[in-house]
């Protein structure tokens, strides 16, 4: 089993590339010259964000403050540059993990590979495998759920995305602005 294992990483994102509507997130991992991309999908991009966020919060809620934990992102950790190029997916995320390190005070997370259920034979799935900091872990969250709201809007009435052309809204029963949808 390929375990990428970065401990600390130089840089740790999530980053998105193509169009609303059609892209394809990454995680991307790089340190002293190796550089780990993976390709999951939108919500677990959010999803991780998201868990990421409350494991900090219960972790300071736990330790009555005294934990090396930012409540946000410090300003000097923000990363707003584009994916590390070249963007080659080493393997596709099937499930991820979070966990606490209190003895080092870090976040680590682990992003399995998915494994195709034809494919059982194989080895162990390829993990991609970070230890980050509390701080660059809020900074990871904020690029991440920026980078999941890019894209389309959502129908303030269903919540789907909208596409340039709309949508059959299911809360309009199949209907467009008074008119039936085709």
């Given at each position: ?23 394809v ?15 999951l ?110 894209g ?5 009435l ?16 199949g ?8």
């Amino acid at each position: 089993m390929p375990v990428f294992d970065y401990d600390p990483p130089e840089r740790f994102v999530a980053g998105a590339l193509g169009q609303p509507g059609a892209r394809v997130f990454f995680l991307q991992a790089r340190a002293e010259g190796r550089l780990t991309t993976v390709a999951l999908e939108k919500l677990q991009v959010a999803a991780l964000a998201g868990r990421l966020d409350e494991l900090l919060d219960e972790v300071l809620r736990l330790s009555g403050g005294t934990a090396q934990v930012p409540a946000l992102a410090p300003a000097d950790l923000a990363d707003d540059a584009p994916l590390d190029a070249p963007v080659a997916e080493d393997f596709r995320v099937g499930t991820m993990a979070l966990t606490w390190d209190a003895e080092k005070s870090q976040v680590v997370i682990e992003a399995q590979e998915v494994i195709d259920e034809d494919d059982l034979d194989r080895p162990d799935p390829a993990v991609l495998r970070v230890r980050i900091s509390a701080g660059a872990a809020r900074a990871f969250t904020q690029r991440a759920l920026q980078i999941v709201a890019a894209g389309r809007p959502p129908c303030p009435l269903c919540g789907q995305p909208l596409d340039a052309a709309g949508h059959v809204c299911v809360r309009l029963n199949g209907y467009r602005g008074g008119e039936a949808a085709s």
